[in-house]
């Protein structure tokens, strides 16, 4: 499969056979991302929890490419109420897809839609798929659970927040790490903002000195996993 990284937290996953899944498409109003929602495709759409930098242009994706909402309960029915088709599922649970399995994990954050409405708990999320492992962690703070998280699942790729003032800096997305133990670690959720600047090849070098591995994708940087 590909996993392509357009900057922030979304990411595009294309299986061998061709389907796709996006997770948190913020590509329009998100002044790094080199892809706009109209160049995008997903059969399937992915959001970890309510905020505008996450459900992003999900509508507008979903509205062309006809695609599945999969969300925890509540932000499923929102989708739902706007008209669009939603696999509602919650936090534990785990569910096998046409793509693979997805199981919600929890997050410390908030989860409100940008209209008021709430959005449930805010969610990270593990994609099970052609016999990798990918744990998107959503936006958290750095919580111990990751420690069963990682003991539960062989991770190979952790997608980790580092931008640090609404979720983990560097120094507890490296904590993360080390209590997840993935294969393979990338940075998110960094520079989109000022109040979120923060070095990814900090992260990578300080990862890489304690025996781990770290990958600074590109932004719009596609890699075959
Ligand atoms: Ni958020
Ligand atoms: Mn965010």
Redesign the pocket.
């Known amino acids: 499969m590909k996993l392509r990284y357009f900057s ?2 979304s990411f595009q996953i294309t299986t061998d056979d061709g389907k796709t899944i996006i997770i948190d498409p913020f590509l329009d109003d998100n002044p790094t991302s080199p892809v706009k929602s109209n160049e995008v495709e997903a059969d399937f759409i992915v959001l970890t929890h309510a ?1 505008g ?2 459900v992003g242009d999900a509508f507008k994706i979903a509205k062309r490419c006809d695609s599945l909402f999969i969300c925890v309960n509540e932000l499923a029915n929102y989708c739902s109420d706007k008209g669009f088709q939603a696999h509602n599922m919650h936090i534990g649970g785990s569910h096998r897809f046409d793509f693979g399995t997805l199981k919600f994990t929890i997050a410390h954050h908030g989860s409100m839609t940008p209209d008021g409405t709430y959005g449930g708990e805010p969610a990270g999320v593990i994609l099970g798929i052609e016999g990798k492992t990918i744990y998107h962690t959503g ?1 958290t703070g750095l919580f111990y659970d990751m420690k069963l998280i990682g003991e539960m699942n062989a991770i190979d790729y952790m997608l980790v ?1 580092i931008g640090d003032n ?2 983990m800096g560097i120094t507890d997305a490296i904590k993360a790490v080390e209590l997840a133990n993935p294969k393979i670690a990338i940075p998110m ?1 960094y520079n989109t903002f000022p109040v979120i600047e923060a070095d990814p090849q900090v992260f990578r070098k300080q990862l890489e000195s304690l025996g781990r591995n770290a990958v600074v994708l590109e932004y719009g940087e596609e890699i075959l996993v």
Do not use: V
């Open positions: 922030h937290s905020h930098d996450h936006d927040p609404f979720t959720h």
